[in-house]
């Protein structure tokens, strides 16, 4: 039994993170889920991790934006997170945004983690899994590329080429 559950706790590892504590499995998604668009689902569950910060509502409204669905505890996601921030950077003048949502209830370490990271993009926070249920996915890290109808266009756990060629065509159109 033992050897099953270090297994099974290696597997999410390759796969990806889930959850501490979450009431069921993490339903892994492939690296580049090509799924119909679909429209965003409400970000009412999300809030801004510092207070008096805008909503991630309003962060994305009209504009082309990727979201980043991560964790503290998450060691891809702290790989990642310096791409996306090397993004955000790059296109801090134009009308992309990126927009960080930490995953899971603990905002004091996700505030200090962004501080000690340097991420200056906008962060907040699903407390409640509402938002990252509605996305169907509590796998992070995940990124899902939103165009200016509010419709999210691709999901990767990766910013690569094809991530960042979707953007420059989303931007331009």
């Given at each position: 039994m033992r050897r099953l559950s270090r297994a099974l706790s290696f597997s999410l590892l390759v796969l990806g993170c889930a959850p501490q504590g979450s009431a069921?499995?993490?339903q892994p998604q492939p690296e580049h889920a090509h799924a119909a668009a679909a429209p965003l689902p409400s970000l009412a569950p999300v809030v801004p991790l510092k207070t008096g910060d805008p909503t991630l509502q309003e962060v994305v409204r009209g504009k082309v934006a990727i979201i980043d669905l991560w964790a503290t505890w998450c060691e891809p996601c702290r790989e990642s997170m310096p791409k996306v921030a090397r993004?955000?950077?790059?296109?801090a003048n134009t009308d992309l945004?990126?927009?960080?949502v930490h995953v899971g209830p603990t905002a004091a370490g996700a505030v200090r983690f962004a501080a000690e990271a340097g991420i200056e993009?906008?962060?907040h926070i699903?407390?409640?899994f509402g938002f990252t249920d509605a996305v169907g996915s509590r796998s992070v890290p995940l990124l899902l590329v939103v165009d200016r109808a509010g419709?999210?266009?691709h999901r990767t756990h990766e910013l690569d080429h094809?991530?960042?060629e979707l953007v420059r065509?989303?931007?331009?159109?």
């Amino acid at each position: 039994m033992r050897r099953l559950s270090r297994a099974l706790s290696f597997s999410l590892l390759v796969l990806g993170c889930a959850p501490q504590g979450s009431a069921r499995a993490p339903q892994p998604q492939p690296e580049h889920a090509h799924a119909a668009a679909a429209p965003l689902p409400s970000l009412a569950p999300v809030v801004p991790l510092k207070t008096g910060d805008p909503t991630l509502q309003e962060v994305v409204r009209g504009k082309v934006a990727i979201i980043d669905l991560w964790a503290t505890w998450c060691e891809p996601c702290r790989e990642s997170m310096p791409k996306v921030a090397r993004l955000a950077q790059a296109y801090a003048n134009t009308d992309l945004v990126v927009a960080g949502v930490h995953v899971g209830p603990t905002a004091a370490g996700a505030v200090r983690f962004a501080a000690e990271a340097g991420i200056e993009y906008p962060m907040h926070i699903d407390p409640d899994f509402g938002f990252t249920d509605a996305v169907g996915s509590r796998s992070v890290p995940l990124l899902l590329v939103v165009d200016r109808a509010g419709t999210v266009v691709h999901r990767t756990h990766e910013l690569d080429h094809e991530t960042l060629e979707l953007v420059r065509a989303l931007m331009e159109g």
